[in-house]
Each structure stands twice: as C-alpha cells, then as structure tokens.
C-alpha cells in the first residue's frame, strides 16, 4: 500500500512538473513607427518618370523613384513646395502641408 500511495502521488505531480518547467519568462518587443509624411506619384506615361521632383529647392531625384504602390518619399511633416520638372518644362507645381502618418499621391501629367 506504501508503494501505490507513493506511486499515485507522482503521477499526479508529474503534469504539474512538466507544465511548470515548460514555462518561459515573458518577453517584450519595442519598435519605434515610422511615421513622417509620405509622397508618391501617379504618371500618365511612362516618359514622365525622368521627371525630376523637387521639394522645397531640393532635387529629390526622379518621379520613377516614387510611384504610388511602390514606393514613398518621405518628408518631414509641415507646409512644403513641391515642384516637379522635366527639363525646362514644369509639370507641377504646388504647395501642400503634410501631416505625421500622411500617405498622399500626386498625379503628374
């Protein structure tokens, strides 16, 4: 009888040893969230993707660099200039604000 006693009481202990010594301590993930204001293009031919963007007098490189559903440019929130230039010819030219987590698309014709 002394040896069923002891056998019965470690079969009941041993499920609670095992889900214990199976436990892991919490862990934490940080990040921090991009969210300054993004800039895209839609084009209405594909000649327009030489077009140079400028942003505030600063050349940020081509439209083809920043087409809607590809990929963004992004700016620092606040009021800016945006022009865009294709040689000496000037296909837009527009002031805009852009706030934080602002995803906005410009159509260049």
């Known amino acids: 009888m002394k040896h069923t006693?002891?056998?019965?009481a470690l079969a009941l202990a041993m499920p609670l040893v095992l889900?214990?010594?199976?436990?892991?301590?919490?862990t934490e993930k940080q990040s921090v969230s991009d969210?300054?204001?993004q800039i895209s293009f839609k084009v209405s031919d594909s000649q327009r993707h030489s077009a140079r963007v400028v942003i505030d007098g600063l050349d940020m490189g081509n439209v083809g660099s920043y087409l809607d559903g590809t990929s963004a440019l992004r700016i620092?929130?606040?009021?800016h200039q945006l022009r865009i230039v294709q040689g000496s010819q000037v296909l837009l030219d527009e002031k805009f604000y852009a706030g934080d987590g602002v995803n906005r698309s410009f159509i260049v014709q």
Do not use: D
Request: hydrophobic share 40%.
């Open 76 to 79: 620092v929130s606040g009021t």
């Open 5 to 8: 006693l002891a056998a019965t």
């Open 19 to 26: 889900v214990l010594g199976c436990t892991q301590m919490p």
């Open 35 to 37: 969210m300054r204001p």
